[in-house]
C-alpha cells in the first residue's frame, strides 16, 4: 500500500464529464488499496472568469478582498468531486487550505506556505476515505484566507506530499508529461522521461507553466518524488528528480518563453556609487520583480541602464522612478511593453562552449534582433520582439536537435483561452 498524492488541474476537471473521469481515476486508485490525497484546482477557467468580473467591479480591487473570491473556485471542485466520488459508493471528504492545515505568510496573491499541520489529513485517511484539498489556497496565523499566486495548486500537492510523508506525487494535466518546449507551440516537440530538479525549477521560472516554480523548489528541497502526466490517458508521465540523464548528443533540455516581458530604460543617469542602489531599492519597496538589468557605458559622467518587469508592472515601475527623481536625477526614462523573452536550459550547457553563440545565431537568422541576453551556468535568455516568438522557438528547437517524428498528446485544446 502506498500512500499517493494527485494534483488534478483545471483543465482536467473543466466539465461534468471530466469530473467523472478524474473521479474514476482516484477510485482506481483507492480500490488498488492506496491511500490517497487529492489536490484540485478550479474548474476550467474559472480563475480567469472571476478576475475577469472582480475587474468590472473595480479595477484595483483589495489583494484580501480578491483571495476571498479566488480560492472560492477551488473550494467548488473539492466539493463537486467529493460528491462525484460519493456518488460511485466510495468515502471521501472535501477540505479548505485551513482544515488540511496549510499555513502561509501574511502575504495576498502570492504567499508562501510557511507550516503545514496534516492531522486532519491523516484522520480522514485513517476512516478509509479519500482526502479532496482544495489547491492555491491557505490561510494566516491570524485566520486571514491567502492564495499562493496563479498555477499554485501544484506548490500545494508538493507541498502535502512533503508534510505527510507520500511516496509520490503526481501531478495530472492536460498534456502527458514534461516536454522539450510546450508542445502547443512546437508539434513536434520531445517529451522527456526525467529532467533534473535544477533544470525544471529554471524553465518554470523562466515560462513553462506545466509546473508551478515553487512546487519544484518544494520537490527538490524535500526530495518528493515528482510526477507529471496526463489525465486523459495513462501514458507514462516524467519524472523530475535530483538527476536526470542526458540523450547523447543533447546539451539543452527545454526550452522556455515569457510572453509579458517589458523593458525599462533610465537614460543620463548621473554616474556616483548609490545610483543603482536608490533605484532599484525604491521598485523593490514598491513591490516590483525586477529580472535583467544591464548598465551601459559610461559618456561625460552620465551612464544609461535598462531592466525588465513584468509587462502589468511597467507603468507602476515608471511612475517610482519618476518619484525618486530629486534624489536620482535623470534625463529621461523609456519603456517598452509587449517583449518576449526567450530561454534556452541544460545542465550540460556550462561545460558546453559555443551554446549560447548558437542561439544567438539562429535567432539572428530569423532577421530578429536581440535586446537584453542574460546568462547562468545552466541557461541563456534573450529577450526580442514578439511578433516571431512562435518561428524563434522553432528555430531554437530544431537547432539544438530536439525535434521528434512523433505525435505530442494535447487533451482538451478547446477549453483554454
Ligand atoms: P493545469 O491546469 O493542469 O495546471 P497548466 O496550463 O498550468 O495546466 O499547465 C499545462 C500546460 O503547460 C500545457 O497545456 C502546455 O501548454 C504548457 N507547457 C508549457 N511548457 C511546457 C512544457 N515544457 N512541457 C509541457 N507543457 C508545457
Ligand atoms: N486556480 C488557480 C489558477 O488558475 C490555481 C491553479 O490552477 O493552480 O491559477
Ligand atoms: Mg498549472
Known amino acids: 500500500m502506498s500512500l499517493i498524492v494527485m494534483k488534478f488541474g483545471g483543465s482536467s476537471v473543466g466539465t461534468t464529464e471530466r469530473m467523472q473521469r478524474v473521479a474514476q481515476r482516484i477510485v482506481e486508485n483507492r480500490d488498488a488499496g492506496h491511500q490517497v490525497v487529492v489536490v484540485v484546482s478550479a474548474m476550467g477557467d474559472t480563475t480567469d472568469d472571476l478576475i475577469d468580473q472582480s475587474k468590472r467591479l473595480n479595477s484595483n480591487p483589495p489583494a484580501r478582498e480578491m483571495d476571498m473570491l479566488l480560492t472560492t473556485g477551488e473550494q467548488i471542485s473539492v466539493a463537486l468531486l467529493s460528491m462525484t466520488i460519493h456518488a460511485m459508493g466510495r468515502q471521501a471528504v472535501s477540505m479548505t487550505g ?58 500545494t500537492a508538493v507541498a502535502l506530499a512533503a508534510a505527510i510523508k507520500a511516496d509520490v506525487c503526481e501531478i495530472f494535466t492536460d498534456v502527458d508529461g514534461i516536454y522539450s518546449t510546450d508542445p502547443r507551440v512546437v508539434k513536434n516537440a520531445r517529451k522527456l522521461p526525467e529532467i533534473s530538479y535544477d533544470e525544471m525549477l529554471e524553465l518554470a521560472h523562466l515560462g513553462a507553466a506545466v509546473l508551478h516554480p515553487r512546487a519544484v523548489e518544494y520537490a527538490k528541497h524535500n526530495n518528493v518524488k515528482l510526477v507529471v502526466r496526463s489525465s486523459f490517458t495513462h501514458n507514462e508521465g516524467t519524472t523530475v528528480k535530483e538527476e536526470a540523464v542526458m540523450e547523447q548528443g543533447i546539451v539543452v533540455r527545454g526550452i522556455a518563453f515569457d510572453k509579458d516581458v517589458a523593458r525599462i ?17 525604491a521598485l523593490a519597496d514598491g513591490g ?23 509587462g502589468g508592472d511597467a507603468e507602476q515601475a515608471v511612475s517610482i522612478i519618476a518619484g525618486i527623481r530629486a534624489e536620482v536625477p535623470y534625463r529621461e526614462t523609456t519603456s517598452e511593453t509587449g517583449l518576449v523573452k526567450v530561454s534556452i536550459v541544460g545542465a550540460g550547457m556550462v561545460s558546453n562552449p559555443g551554446v549560447a553563440a548558437r542561439m544567438f545565431r539562429a535567432i539572428s537568422d530569423l532577421g530578429v534582433s536581440i535586446k537584453m541576453v542574460s546568462t547562468s551556468e545552466i541557461k541563456t535568455s534573450c529577450v526580442i520582439a514578439a511578433e516571431p516568438l512562435q518561428e524563434v522557438v522553432r528555430a531554437l528547437h530544431t537547432t539544438y536537435g530536439l525535434d521528434t517524428a512523433e505525435q505530442v498528446f494535447v487533451g482538451g485544446p478547446s477549453e483554454r483561452r
Not at 494566516?140 to 492564495?147: A, F, P
Not at 543620463?268 to 543603482?276: I, M, N, Q, T
Request: proline residues 3%; aromatic residues 6%.
Open 98 to 155: 485551513w482544515q488540511a492545515g496549510i499555513r502561509t505568510e501574511p502575504l495576498h496573491g502570492k504567499a508562501r506556505i510557511t507550516d503545514i499541520r496534516p492531522d486532519r489529513i491523516h484522520e480522514a485517511l485513517e476512516a478509509g476515505g479519500v482526502v479532496i484539498v482544495a489547491g492555491f489556497q491557505g490561510m494566516t496565523e491570524q485566520g486571514e484566507i491567502t492564495t499562493l499566486g496563479r498555477g499554485g495548486s501544484d506548490t
Open 265 to 281: 530604460s533610465i537614460l543620463g543617469v548621473e554616474d556616483v556609487p548609490g545610483v543603482l542602489a536608490g533605484v532599484f531599492g
Open 288 to 310: 516590483i520583480d525586477v529580472d535583467m538589468i544591464v548598465q551601459s557605458g559610461v559618456l561625460d559622467g552620465k551612464a544609461d541602464f535598462s531592466f525588465t518587469v513584468a
